[in-house]
T-cell receptor, first 114, second 113 residues
Framework: DTAVSQTPKYLVTQMGNDKSIKCEQN?????MYWYKQDSKKFLKIMFS???????INETVPNRFSPKSPDKAHLNLHINSLELGDSAVYFC?????????????FGQGTRLTVV | AQSVTQLGSHVSVSEGALVLLRCNYS??????LFWYVQYPNQGLQLLLK??????LVKGINGFEAEFKKSETSFHLTKPSAHMSDAAEYFC???????????FGKGTTLSVSS
């Protein structure tokens, strides 16, 4: 069983469209995240949720909206897609989001905006 | 805020040679530190972590790292590189208030035969 799974793995879409990426974890973790990895492989935290409550909302355009229907799911919805949104988006989870607890990552969603 | 700096964006070694990937942290209080590996087109996988139990930490695939408070470092090493070690390596630490892992800029390891 995959611990952190996200779908789709690849997403190609046109500018201006709205798209969603889904993430589910079966580890029983309280904290979930979305990270963005750019073309230079730099990983930047976008959002962090703890028990469905938003903890971190980094300087991300408000076209990005996370939604956590329950503790095991954290979806990412993106409105009015722009060329600069092209990147790999990673979902992750951790038991507490602090201390010595590592984060577990999904396989990533490669978003290409054309 | 806590942060990590990875020195060297690209490291090239020959198969069988020593691998040394550098990571320095910025914190007055020794933090918990992590090394992750990312193989092409895959997610991140934990290699090892420092939790203050021991300064020399052994991880998967023959990697280890030594925490040195005097040098604020947590360098990753492997005695003998293998072709399969070619990947992107990230050092990480929890940010302020321990809310999310903050990653270094990564080091690409290339291994030649």
């Amino acid at each position: 069983d995959t611990a952190v799974s996200q779908t789709p793995k690849y997403l190609v879409t046109q500018m201006g469209n709205d798209k969603s990426i889904k993430c589910e974890q079966n580890l029983g973790h309280d904290t979930m995240y979305w990270y963005k990895q750019d073309s230079k492989k730099f990983l930047k935290i976008m959002f962090s949720y703890n028990n469905k409550e938003l903890i971190i909302n980094e300087t991300v355009p408000n076209r990005f909206s996370p939604k956590s229907p329950d503790k095991a799911h954290l979806n990412l919805h993106i409105n009015s897609l722009e060329l600069g949104d092209s990147a790999v988006y990673f979902c992750a989870s951790s038991p507490r989001g602090e201390g010595s607890t590592e984060a577990f990552f999904g396989q990533g969603t490669r978003l290409t905006v054309v | 805020a806590q942060s990590v700096t990875q020195l060297g964006s690209h490291v090239s070694v020959s198969e069988g040679a020593l691998v040394l990937l550098r990571c320095n942290y910025s914190s007055s209080v020794p933090p918990y530190l992590f090394w992750y590996v990312q193989y092409p087109n895959q997610g991140l996988q934990l290699l090892l972590k420092y939790t203050s139990a021991a300064t020399l930490v052994k991880g998967i695939n023959g990697f280890e790292a030594e925490f040195k408070k005097s040098e604020t470092s947590f360098h990753l090493t492997k005695p003998s590189a293998h072709m399969s070690d070619a990947a992107e390596y990230f050092c990480a630490v929890y940010g302020q208030a321990g809310t999310a892992l903050i990653f270094g800029k990564g080091t690409t390891l290339s291994v030649s035969s």
